[in-house]
């Protein structure tokens, strides 16, 4: 791979200044987030597939609970309120990929499952939001952001 090739966005969705937020793994970037939280959130729809689910209300408050710490991460990082930490992270993201999971079983046992919906939708849309009103970093706005008029 060159040196000016990134990889594609549907693995890291991070730009390369922004790769400290990945794990390398062969030769391509991927988002350390994803990392945890897929493969555990599978595993989680697994049992509850198999039988081994939560039972409600214990399942809407791992589904509404268990993501809201990785979300108010998110956010805070957005916002820059604090700094990214690969090892919050990583444990934010194994919680995260817990609740998913928890609510990918309740999804497929009932498809039109209000806590599913609700939880899924609304807090994609405060991430949605938090992105794309971040504040643009100093290294991104480079040479094709506007002039800074404090200077």
Same mark, same amino acid.
């Given at each position: 791979?060159?040196?000016?090739?990134?990889?594609? +966005?549907?693995?890291?969705?991070? %730009?390369?200044?922004?790769?400290?937020?990945?794990?390398? +793994?062969?030769? #391509?970037? *991927?988002?350390? #987030?994803?990392?945890?939280?897929?493969?555990? !959130?599978?595993?989680?729809?697994?049992?509850?597939?198999?039988?081994?689910?939560?039972?409600?209300?214990?399942?809407?408050?791992?589904? !509404?609970?268990?993501?809201?710490?990785?979300?108010? =991460?998110?956010?805070? =990082?957005?916002?820059? %309120?604090?700094?990214?930490?690969?090892?919050?992270?990583?444990?934010?993201?194994?919680?995260?990929?817990?609740?998913?999971? *928890?609510?990918?079983? #309740?999804?497929? =046992?009932?498809?039109?499952?209000?806590?599913? %919906?609700?939880?899924?939708?609304?807090?994609?849309? +405060?991430?949605?939001?938090? !992105? +794309?009103?971040?504040? #643009?970093? *100093? =290294? !991104?706005?480079?040479?094709?952001?506007?002039?800074?008029?404090?200077?």
């Amino acid at each position: 791979m060159s040196a000016g090739r990134t990889t594609p +966005i549907w693995l890291a969705h991070h %730009w390369p200044d922004q790769y400290d937020r990945c794990v390398v +793994i062969g030769r #391509r970037h *991927v988002c350390r #987030r994803c990392t945890f939280m897929y493969p555990i !959130a599978f595993v989680v729809t697994g049992l509850s597939l198999a039988g081994l689910a939560l039972p409600s209300p214990w399942s809407q408050i791992a589904l !509404a609970v268990l993501p809201l710490p990785a979300l108010v =991460e998110f956010v805070g =990082e957005h916002r820059r %309120w604090w700094a990214y930490s690969a090892p919050r992270q990583a444990a934010l993201g194994t919680l995260q990929g817990i609740g998913m999971g *928890v609510g990918f079983g #309740r999804y497929l =046992e009932t498809p039109s499952d209000p806590w599913f %919906w609700v939880i899924a939708v609304g807090y994609s849309l +405060i991430a949605f939001v938090a !992105a +794309i009103t971040a504040p #643009r970093s *100093v =290294e !991104a706005a480079g040479a094709s952001g506007p002039p800074d008029d404090a200077g």
